[in-house]
């Protein structure tokens, strides 16, 4: 789907008629019903997953994914954070088409401060 704008909003608009393949669909469905109404979750919804092709591990990443990303809306709309210019949005969009959802090379901390000692007690080496 990365990529494919159309497809995309083919999916969005609903999930249903999405050209997308039947497991695809169930598992899109399951979330939505994890995300609309999670104590409804049952475990005929994991067993039909399953029985899909769905993987236990590929149902907890999806679970976990969900519930991170209400975690985030909830958090950013409690915090007021403001969201990003929709040009920041395609830049984002054309590097995980480029790359998936890969990090780059881990980022470095910067090494201590001089007047740093090592000890957690916020007083200096001195």
């Known amino acids: 789907m990365l990529g494919s704008t159309e497809h995309v909003q083919a999916v969005l608009d609903d999930v249903a008629t999405a050209p997308i393949p039947e497991a695809e669909r169930a598992l899109f469905a399951f979330v939505e019903k994890l995300n609309d109404a999670s104590g409804d979750v049952c475990r005929e919804d994991v067993e039909r997953l399953k029985a899909e092709g769905w993987s236990d591990e590929a149902v907890y990443d999806a679970v ?8 985030y809306n ?3 709309d409690g915090t007021g954070v403001q969201g990003m210019a929709p040009e920041m949005y395609e830049k984002s969009a054309k590097r995980m088409a480029a790359g998936g959802y890969l990090p780059g090379p881990p980022v470095r901390s910067p090494p201590p401060s001089p007047s740093d000692d090592g000890d957690d007690d916020g007083e200096s080496g001195r």
């Open 74 to 76: 909830r958090w950013i």
């Open 64 to 71: 976990s994914v969900c519930a991170l990303f209400n975690f």
